[in-house]
C-alpha cells in the first residue's frame, strides 16, 4: 500500500488537516517550482536534531537519543514524520532502522516524487520478521500485484541494513547486503509506472490499525492498535543518500512525467550542501 496515500486519506477521514500532504503541487497538472537537488552524497547519524534546513518533521515530534531517532505513537492520531527538503533523481538511500513492534502499527521508509512516484518500504508491527517492498508510478494504484515480502530476524529488536538502488534502468531492494527484489523499467508497464522522476526521502510511522480506520486498512495493518498497549516505537539510526546527479535543482520540462524530460539545474547551491 501507499504509506502516504493511506495517511493522508487516514487524517482527512479524521478532520485533521496536516502539513502532511500526498503532494505539495504536482507537474503533471500544474506549474510548480523547481525541486531543490541533495546534488551529492552523505551520511548522517540520527543521533542529535538534524539540519532543518535539509529534514524539516512534517508532523507530530522525534525524540533523537544516542541510540538514534525515535518516532513513537502514545496515543490515538499520532504519526511522526520526517521528510527530506531535498530531492534526488535516481540515487541510493541506506537506512538503518528497527522497526515499530505492534498490532496495526505501519513503520516505513518512502520516497516520493512530486507527480507520485514512488518507491516503499513498509514493516507491519505484527510481524517482526519481514519487510514489505512497494512501488508506484504516477500515483497508479489500480492493481495490487507491485508487492514484495522479504523476511527479516528480529525486525523490531536489531538494526537492519534496509537500501534502495534506483536508476533510470532498474530498482533494487537490499536487505543487509543482500539483494532481495529487483524492478526493471520494462515491468513496469513498459515504464509508463516506472518511478522515475526527483524523490524526496520520508520516515514514517502511523497507527493504521487505529478503529476509526476502513476495515480493509485495519486487516492490512495486522490488527486494530491496542493504545493502552503502547508506546510503540521506530529508531532510526543512520541514513545515507546518495544523488546520481550533481546539480542545484530539478526542472520538469514538460507534462510526460518520464525521466527523459527533467532537466538538471547545474551547481549545488550552499545551503543545501551537506556539512563536512
Known amino acids: 500500500m501507499s504509506f502516504f496515500y493511506l495517511l493522508a486519506f487516514w487524517l482527512a477521514s479524521l478532520s485533521l488537516v496536516s502539513a502532511q500532504t500526498w503532494t505539495d503541487c504536482n507537474p503533471l497538472k500544474e506549474d510548480c517550482p523547481n525541486d531543490p537537488a541533495l546534488g551529492s552524497e552523505h551520511l ?6 538534524m539540519n532543518g534546513k535539509l529534514w524539516n518533521t512534517t508532523n507530530g515530534e522525534i525524540n533523537w537519543t544516542e541510540d538514534g531517532a525515535e518516532f513513537t505513537i502514545e496515543k490515538k492520531l499520532e504519526s511522526p514524520t520526517l521528510q527530506s527538503t531535498f530531492y534526488i533523481f535516481f540515487g541510493v538511500v541506506e537506512t538503518h532502522l528497527k522497526m515499530a513492534k505492534g498490532n ?5 521508509v518512502v520516497l516520493q516524487s512530486d507527480d507520485l512516484d514512488e518507491i516503499d518500504w513498509e514493516w507491519i508491527g505484527s510481524n517482526n520478521t519481514e519487510v514489505q517492498s512497494n512501488y508506484f508510478g504516477k500515483g497508479d494504484d489500480s492493481t495490487f500485484d507491485r508487492g514484495g515480502y522479504h523476511y527479516v530476524p528480529n525486525a523490531d529488536t536489531e538494526f537492519h541494513n534496509y537500501t534502495t538502488y534506483w536508476d533510470q534502468d532498474k530498482l533494487e531492494w537490499w536487505v543487509d547486503d543482500e539483494l532481495v527484489r529487483t524492478l526493471k523499467y520494462s515491468e513496469a508497464k513498459d515504464g509508463s509506472r516506472y518511478p522515475q522522476t526527483p524523490s524526496n526521502i520520508r520516515f ?43 546539480g542545484k535543482e530539478y526542472e520538469y520540462k514538460d507534462n510526460s512525467g518520464s525521466w527523459e524530460s527533467i532537466n538538471v539545474i547545474k551547481y549545488v547551491i550552499c545551503h543545501m550542501a551537506p556539512p563536512a
Open 44 to 49: 548522517w547519524t540520527f543521533n542529535e536534531t
Open 104 to 108: 496495526g502499527i505501519v513503520s516505513s
Open 204 to 246: 514514517g510511522i502511523w497507527p493504521a490499525g487505529d478503529g476509526d480506520n476502513d476495515e480493509g486498512v485495519i486487516a492490512w495493518a495486522g490488527g486494530e492498535v491496542d493504545y493502552d498497549a503502547g508506546p510503540y516505537t521506530m529508531v532510526i539510526e543512520s541514513v545515507r543518500v546518495q544523488d546520481f546527479h550533481s
